[in-house]
């Protein structure tokens, strides 16, 4: 069965700086990966994904991912934090193309002024 | 937003009475799920989809059930309620990339 960890239920970060949240996942075929961020009482908004081919991935607002094969990794970052990015980010990992997404549990980040 | 709706956006029932969430999408998508979100348990699938008449469990689908009787509306069935499933509800279709498009979602609660 898949499982997917991210590091940390809650991240502070300061405006302007890195924002790195972090995403491991179990999966015994090549996955496919996502990143999704929820504002509050909003549904989820894909911020970006990886299928197949370059291994870093360029979302929206700014965000970026890269897949490590070798570590089961697939972490989220942006080089300089923004108030509008107080959300939670949920990643996300399915085995096939149309197959259901398992969920990690999320991460909330709070940007400090 | 993949032009999904989902109805109510909110309830509040008791525990024991049935309840159905809706989910309506206008894009024709073929595959169309629907989750639970609780805190720290991300989402999690209840069923899904892949085509009208055509659904399957997910990891959390006791107590529920589905159906789609046409490609633009699934709906999810509480047959007799519990306050274990006060959440909220999350409706998705697949998009053409594999990703998946997701619902403003439904608030349940269940006294």
């Known amino acids: 069965a898949q499982s997917v960890t991210q590091l940390g239920s809650h991240v502070s970060v300061s405006e302007g700086a890195l924002v790195l949240l972090r995403c491991n996942y179990s999966?015994?075929?090549?996955?496919?990966l996502f990143w999704y961020v929820q504002y509050p009482n909003q549904g989820l908004q894909l911020l970006l994904k990886y299928t197949t081919g370059a291994t870093l991935v360029k979302g929206i607002n700014g965000f970026e991912a890269e897949f490590k094969k070798s570590e089961t990794s697939f972490h989220l970052t942006k080089p300089s934090a923004h108030m509008s990015d107080a959300a939670e980010y949920f990643c996300?990992?399915?085995?096939?193309?149309?197959?259901?997404?398992?969920f990690g549990g999320g991460t909330r980040v709070l940007v400090k002024p | 937003d993949a032009g999904i709706t989902q109805s109510p956006r909110h309830k509040v029932t008791e525990t024991g009475t049935p309840v159905t969430l809706r989910c309506h999408q206008t894009e024709n998508h073929r595959y169309m799920y629907w989750y639970r979100q609780d805190p720290g348990h991300g989402l999690r699938l209840i069923h899904y989809s892949y085509g009208v008449k055509d659904t399957d469990k997910g990891e959390v689908s006791d107590g529920y059930s589905v159906s789609r009787s046409k490609t633009e509306d699934f709906l999810l069935t509480l047959e007799s309620a519990t306050s274990s499933q006060t959440s909220v509800y999350f409706c998705?279709?697949?998009?053409?990339?594999?990703?998946?498009?997701f619902g403003p979602g439904t608030r349940l609660t269940v006294l």
């Open positions: 996300a990992v399915s085995e096939a193309a149309g197959n259901k997404l398992t």
């Open positions: 998705a279709v697949l998009g053409s990339y594999n990703e998946q498009f």
């Open positions: 999966s015994s075929v090549p996955p496919y």
